[in-house]
């Protein structure tokens, strides 16, 4: 997850210090666009033949979307302060080594709220459609920001949770292991990018 994150904001910090870059993004919407729906569509494929690929494609799947994400996060970013982003990237790492290490030693078993939590993501994703079509309400984007964090959060102990019980209840091989891995890294890099985007949201009101 680390090395993903890593390579995700080299790329990103590389490509917004280029303003000819985020000017082809803003003039090329359907570009940007076409790298969103690329990178949706590489978690759906990963997620589906993550034990069916062979291990290094599974490998290079992750870093390819940790690049796209790069990309991605390119026009977003340029439009935020240094210090807001960096701000945002500390609060994010800090939140999320809480819940992770909440959700790692924490007896309380979190999976039972799976269904509950899988409810709310879908009814935000579809709030902010509707948000975004229709009412574009800045007050309802932030209050959706601030929900998701928290969401986001809760949800990236239930992921770290339901990981170690995978590993704990299983015998694995070298390969397995490597593929649980590579799974549990997307899975969590994937909650820290959700909470670090809206942060963002939420910190750079006045950029």
Known sequence: MVAGLFMTGIIAYSLTSNPLVVKYFIDHPFVFWGFILSEALLVIFLSIFMYKLP????????????????????????YFKQGTIFSAFFITAGMFAVFALYGFFTKTDLTRFSSILAMFVIGLIL????????????????LVS???????????????????KIYEQGTYNQDSLERLSILGALTLYLDFIVIFQNLLNILGRDD
């Open 127 to 142: 709030a902010s459609l509707v948000n975004l079509l229709f009412f574009k309400s800045s007050f309802f984007d932030l």
């Open 55 to 78: 291990l290094f494609l599974v490998t290079l799947g992750f870093f390819v979307y940790a690049a796209l994400n790069g990309v991605t996060l390119t026009l977003l970013l340029s």
């Open 146 to 164: 601030y929900i998701t964090v928290g969401l986001f959060c809760i949800i990236t102990a239930l992921d770290i949770q339901s990981l170690k």
